[in-house]
Structures are given as C-alpha cells and as structure tokens.
C-alpha cells in the first residue's frame, strides 16, 4: 500500500485525536491531496459514517481490525494519506491495550503526538502522573513494529484552557522540549502540523 499512514497518539484519553486527525484529512484534501479519515470510535464512525469501533473489539483481534479499517481506507480513496483516529493512551492505566493494537495494526509511518496543554496526570486517575513530551515522543517510536519504524512528525497541543498568548507560549515550549513542530490546529489551524505530515512523506 502505497499511503502514507499516520496515527494520532495521546497522552491521555479525550485530548482530541480525533479532532486533529479530522482537521489535517480536511487540510490535506483542501491542498488535492487524495486523503481519508479512517475512523476507530463511535464519534469517528458516526462523522464518517464507516470504521470499526476498536474498543469494542475483542482484544485477541484487536491488531487485524486495525489493519482491516486502515486497508478500507485505502479503497476509499485515501490513496495518498491515511489520517487514522487514535484511541486511548500507552501511558494511561485502563486503555493502554487499545492504543498498542492500533499502532501494531495500523502499521504507520509517522505519529502525530497529542496533548492538553497543562496538564500532568491522567485524568480521573490521581496519582498516575504524565511522562513528558520528550520521553513520549521515543516511547511511542520504540512501541513501532520492527518491520515499520514509525517516528513523531509533530506535536498538536489542545490549548482550550489557556489564553491565546499562554497557548503561544505553550506551543514554543512544546517546540523547544521535543524538537518537533507544534500548533493547536484547532486553534491556529492545522498548516504547520500537516505541513510537517508531508514532509516525512
């Protein structure tokens, strides 16, 4: 398959994989490019109106129904890029598996990394602190099969909580921490973050 796949990672859990995958598919078909969302949850699937609900999957089958969604994706048209929704978090203590079989199953290229800008623990789960941007970018390149080293292209920030100016700062600190274009590209727009996409192509 020739697509490039890329797979939004969190953090945490709602932080918005979704939302940035949704809006750098709707960015890269804006510039021709031959783009599809490839839906893994509810939400996704009732925006797309296909995919495969990963948590819903027993867990043996959970890598091949990753590859199945990724491979209709392809038919569907996403003949250059394939923006696959995230699920879950490898760090978080409940839904680590789910992350780890779309990674394994959707085999990708790149990563994009998400985060809540502020945040440092798991949410609903005191105690259960967030490792840093610099140690989840080799963390999640070290979980990539053998076959297929995937690496981090960007950081995407949810700033919600922040002010412009406090989301501008974060963002440089973000930048300057991994090394990685950052944005919110809900917020500033996805340019930059595709951009990024593109590039690792």
């Not at 939004?8 to 940035?20: F, L, P, Y």
């Not at 209709?72 to 394939?82: N, Q, S």
């Not at 406090?166 to 440089?172: K, L």
Request: net charge negative; aromatic share 4%; with cysteine.
């Amino acid at each position: 398959m020739p697509a490039q796949i890329v797979l939004t990672v969190g953090s945490d859990c709602a932080i918005g994989k979704m939302t940035v995958a949704l809006e750098l598919d709707l960015e890269a078909r804006r510039r021709g490019i031959d783009s599809v969302f490839v839906p893994t949850g509810q939400t996704g699937i009732a925006i797309a109106g296909w995919g495969i609900s990963i948590d819903a999957v027993v867990s043996h089958f959970l890598a091949g129904a990753a590859e199945q969604v990724v491979v209709e994706g392809y038919e569907r048209g996403g003949t250059d890029l394939l923006m696959v929704e995230g699920q879950g978090s490898v760090v978080h203590p409940a839904y680590s598996g789910v992350t780890l079989g779309l990674i394994h199953g959707s085999a990708p290229h790149l990563y994009v990394l998400c985060h809540l800008a502020g945040s440092t623990e798991v949410e609903g789960y005191p105690g259960h602190p967030l490792p840093s941007l610099s140690e989840l970018v080799p963390l999640h390149e070290r979980l990539s099969l053998p076959a297929r080293p995937a690496r981090v292209a960007c950081v995407a920030l949810n700033t919600r909580d922040l002010s412009e100016d406090e989301a501008r700062g974060a963002i440089e600190a973000a930048e300057a921490e991994t090394g990685l274009p950052a944005d919110d590209p809900v917020r500033f727009g996805p340019d930059r973050l595709l951009d990024s996409v593109v590039e690792g192509r």
